[in-house]
């Protein structure tokens, strides 16, 4: 098995501090990992402006290459990945393969991005010297890498959205070095792809300060990564608490600069009449396999379901409570995360107005699935109600007639996405639904799942706050690299002087 070092990349040296902590396996040995320092953090910042000054403009020949190589050196530790991942993480191997395989796809997806060159926007207006009254000059526009960018892994994607996970991955591509600032729920995992991505630094002959990976550290150490100067956005997902203090720090800093967070969201789900006519128990089926896949540990876990009152609707939650309770008990990601669910589920059994439908007990990091219901009425004047719980729980939320569906969507706060079960006479509704969703949600889906985000140019992983702090950004797919490039205009620069992805 791969044993970690538990030491810190920073501009091409393994560094070790003498304070440390201990990650916390699901199963197999602990491991010892140095603690993060600010002197490290601003060692790690220094060094990726400095790095800027090549990296930034490389070739986008150059980046290709880079990013296709971090894939190979990835895929070449394949085994050792998921290993230590299973054991730090509990997830089961098959998906950390998969996870592991989207990794490695981001950065290919990012590598062909680049090479054709749309992502540049480039943009041309030819000179018009003998307009009248003035002569118009010469302007070409192109988009241009902003420089550092700070990335926070996050827990519940030890590979696809942590060292080398999409925000990584875009900055990259962008032409901006990394400082990532490593989750502690899988710290083992995160310094095995420190190490592919170093490989590739050196095989590509890139400048070593262009990646540098921070373990650990306390509150101190994240802030002081938002807080340097040289660092030009930061990329995070996670809780909506710590990415709304990190949001504000970024606001408050004397240059202020854009925080990517993604946040939470409960992902409601709108079972029109028709469809619940058709097929209730189907559709209860596909539910609670997506709430319990992962152990619901996805952002994109479809919480809530709205459903029309009536036996239909009653048999739908029925079956769906059936379908959950065959669930096994599955593993959660840190103990944290298991006491957050456990607490999340206390707030649902100390309402009176929510009844519950399938409860069940779970210890350590250990749970098991939970569904409730509760009236529209209720769920309206009781926000907590609306509110993301991490992990295997659902929601019904009973409306009187299909055609209070529009007003409760609009009680909802932005989402990373919203979803329509419907059937061919639901058109109606699901055409004034549709307004309403899209207004509060980054992908509307229509008979699905949301769980399982496609890496592709279309996809958007975002939305309004609180799922996102950017309304006009995505963190999944090729658009995703706009978050960390600008736009610069060049006005009457001779053919000699111009970059070359503009000469």
Known sequence: MFKPHGQHLVAGEWVATAETFSNDPAH????NFSVGTVDLVNRACAAAEEAFWSYGYTSRAQRAAFLNAIADEIEARAEAITE???????????RLQGERGRTTGQLRLFADHILKGDYLDRRHDEAQPDRKPAPRP???LMQRPIGPVAVFGASNFPLAFSTAGGDTAAALAAGCPVVV????????TSEIVAEAIFAAIKSCGIHPGTFSLIQGGKRDVGHALVKNPFIKAVGFTGSLAGGRALFDLCAQ???PIPFFGELGSVNPMFVLPGALKEKATELAAGWAGSLVMGAGQFCTNPGIAIVPRGSE???FVAATAEALAKTAPQTMLTSGIAQAYHDGKARFDGRNSVRSVLATEST???CRPNLYEVQAEAFIEDHALSEEVFGPLGLVVRVASADEMPALAKNFEGQLTATMQMADEDTALARNLLPILERKAGRVLVNGFPTGVEVVDSMVHGGPYPASTNFGATSVGTMSI????RPVSYQNIPAGVLPDDLA
């Open 28 to 31: 197999g040995e602990i491991s």
């Open 84 to 94: 230590i991942g299973s054991a730090e993480t509990g997830l089961p191997a098959a």
């Open 138 to 140: 010469e302007i070409r």
């Open 181 to 188: 600032k490593a989750h502690s729920a899988h710290p083992g």
């Open 253 to 255: 800093r004397p240059e």
């Open 313 to 315: 609707g009653d048999a």
């Open 364 to 366: 350590g990091r250990e």
């Open 482 to 485: 706009r978050r960390f490039l």
